[in-house]
């Protein structure tokens, strides 16, 4: 994940593709963006008659942003409405737990609260799938300052609606309490999977080939764009960003999607990675991560890391150099993972995966192989809590 500056919010983009304007969730982004604009206005103006959350009370806050979402898993024996949860898993069972802080993880400066709560219920999702397991249930908790009106949490859960609706999820818990400043929200991923297929990282092997699923960088070059047309937002508030170029880049970033069809697609054709990982913080932070737990070195080659040609062109115009940014940008939520060399014929040829090196003995390290094929050592410099900002 990448560090965000604490802004006012102010900007919220429009997105234009073909001419046409569009919601990166679904709908007409021209009517939504309206509806943005209204709630920027409704954070900012205190005398506006908005719904205060303390006239709801916390648990009637609860039952009021919950009661529209219903049970579709037989292991989730009870939800919502008692002291706990109560989940029957069959076979092992997997939990994952992250934390966004505004001003941190997020801006809302251009961060759409549905996009919000969609990414957030992703970012959790990905580690299920990165553990070669199936989501079954959320738990989601917020903390908000006074300045968030009902109407604004309301907007936040119907992302987590959309993403618990469209990746087969249950809400099963969670808590609600305030801030002092700003919103955090932290959601806990629930999954399971059978004892054999569970992928750890620790299994990978010298001479397992590395593999990552879909393309790297474009959620790093969407932030760029989104920090750049918010600095022009804020010396003209008149301005409206044409964003039609950047469309794929910048929906990377506000929405990206947990890649549930790896694990399905892997079973399909009976493929069990040695080792397995999402990458949130940067490909070669993640191939670090396996090196480590597997206690095996890599070969990583530059030419087959797989760019969208938006990464590569939004690279030239920010003249930044594009394999530092598919090594380095974080937040794409691929899966990175190995696989015995016998496997090889099984994936060969498959558009959602790219073989991109292998895996060597610890003794010869981690490496970036260049276009003129010189080693470079890896290191990470992807995404880091506690660096001083």
């Not at 094929?373 to 992807?382: E, F």
Request: aromatic share 8%.
């Amino acid at each position: 994940m990448l560090v965000y500056p604490t802004q006012k919010m102010v900007f919220i983009p429009s997105f234009r593709y073909n001419g046409v304007h569009h919601y990166i969730l679904g709908g007409n982004l021209k009517d939504c963006h309206a509806n943005y604009l209204y709630f920027c206005s409704m954070l900012e103006d205190k005398k506006q008659d908005r719904v205060s959350l303390e006239t709801l009370g916390e648990f009637g806050l609860i039952n009021h942003l919950t009661e529209h979402f219903s049970l579709q898993h037989k292991s989730s024996v009870k939800g919502i409405g008692d002291d706990a949860a109560v989940i029957m898993h069959s076979q092992k069972t997997i939990v994952t737990t992250d934390l966004l802080i505004e001003g941190v993880h997020f801006d809302l400066s251009y961060m759409p609260l549905k996009h919000l709560g969609y990414k957030a219920v992703m970012v959790n999702l990905s580690d299920v799938y990165a553990m070669n397991a199936t989501a079954t249930q959320i738990t989601v908790s917020i903390a908000v300052s006074n300045r968030f009106p009902l109407e604004a949490l309301e907007e936040l859960y119907s992302g987590i609606s959309l993403a618990c609706e469209k990746y087969k999820v249950d809400l099963v818990g969670g808590d609600t309490t305030s801030s002092q400043k700003g919103m955090l929200i932290s959601i806990t991923a629930i999954g399971e999977a059978d004892e054999k297929e569970i992928t750890y990282r620790t299994g990978a092997k010298p001479n397992d080939l590395l593999v990552v699923s879909g393309d790297l960088g474009g959620a790093y070059m969407g932030l760029q764009v989104l920090e750049r047309e918010k600095e022009v937002f804020n010396v003209n508030p008149n301005s409206q960003p044409d964003l039609e170029h950047y469309t794929y880049i910048v929906e990377r970033q506000l929405k990206p999607e947990a890649r549930k069809d790896i694990p399905e697609l892997l079973k399909a054709i009976a493929v069990k990675p040695t080792a397995m990982i999402d990458i949130s913080d940067g490909l070669s932070s993640e191939i670090l991560h396996l090196c480590k737990n597997s206690v095996v070195g890599c070969n990583l080659f530059e030419d087959k890391l797989p760019l969208d040609p938006t990464v590569i062109s939004a690279c030239e115009e920010f003249n930044l150099d594009s394999t530092l940014v598919a090594l380095s940008g974080g937040e794409d939520y691929e899966l990175l993972f190995t696989i015995d060399q016998k496997d090889f014929d099984h994936i060969k040829g498959n558009p959602h995966l790219t073989v991109i090196g292998h895996m060597t003995d610890a003794s010869m390290g981690a490496h970036l192989v260049t276009r003129g094929d010189t080693k470079i050592p890896l290191t990470a410099q992807g995404w880091n809590s506690f660096n001083s900002r």
